[in-house]
């Protein structure tokens, strides 16, 4: 019986911390807001430009794309009042579950899903702006970007790593304090 509640217990707990999670990030604009913002920057720049041997032609066109990606981004996400009601609805929607003597899992389902139908729409966004840039791009530029982006990936990446290793090591050196 304690087993059977503390599961319930760990799996509301789990869930709350998950769905809390997904809607910070959704709050701050998307999860992949960040690194869209990283390569509209890299495009219109004097650098990416010369790296890529854009003409005038093309640095107009990617910046008219990445004017209005931005504008239809705002859109959908709304302004800060909108947010915040919404962020208050899920809230209460989340207290109502949890409240509840037994667990709703087709209530529960129904908020995820919620959170997940609004990450979608901005990841379509985003990959529709990608075809855009590989529209305007020709296949010398993309084959560039494509180099560029990887080795931007693989540094990222490492990036993340040496903070890992970082963290491991300070938390190592708290034990043995």
Do not use: P
Not at 64 to 76: D, L, S, T
Not at 110 to 137: C, G, N, P, Y
Request: net charge positive; aromatic share 4%; with cysteine.
């Amino acid at each position: 019986m304690i087993t059977r509640k503390l599961s319930k217990l760990v799996l509301i707990c789990g869930l709350a911390t998950a769905t809390l999670g997904t809607g910070v990030a959704l709050a701050k604009g998307g999860m992949h807001h960040g690194k869209g913002m990283h390569e509209a920057r890299f495009l219109l720049s004097e650098r990416g430009a010369e790296k890529l041997d854009l003409t005038q032609e093309q640095q107009t066109q990617l910046k008219a794309a990445f004017e209005a990606q931005k504008e239809q981004m705002k859109a959908m996400r709304g302004d800060k009042d909108a947010r915040k009601v919404q962020r208050e609805a899920f809230k209460a929607k989340m207290d109502v579950l949890l409240a509840k003597a037994t667990f709703d899992e087709n209530a529960a389902q129904e908020l995820l899903d919620s959170r997940e139908a609004k990450a979608e729409k901005f990841a379509m966004q985003k990959l529709k702006m990608e075809h855009t840039v590989w529209q305007i791009l020709n296949a010398e530029q993309r084959e560039k970007y494509s180099k560029m982006k990887k080795r931007f990936a693989k540094k990222m990446k490492d990036k993340g790593q040496r903070k890992g290793k970082r963290g491991d090591k300070k938390a190592d050196e708290t034990t043995e304090s």
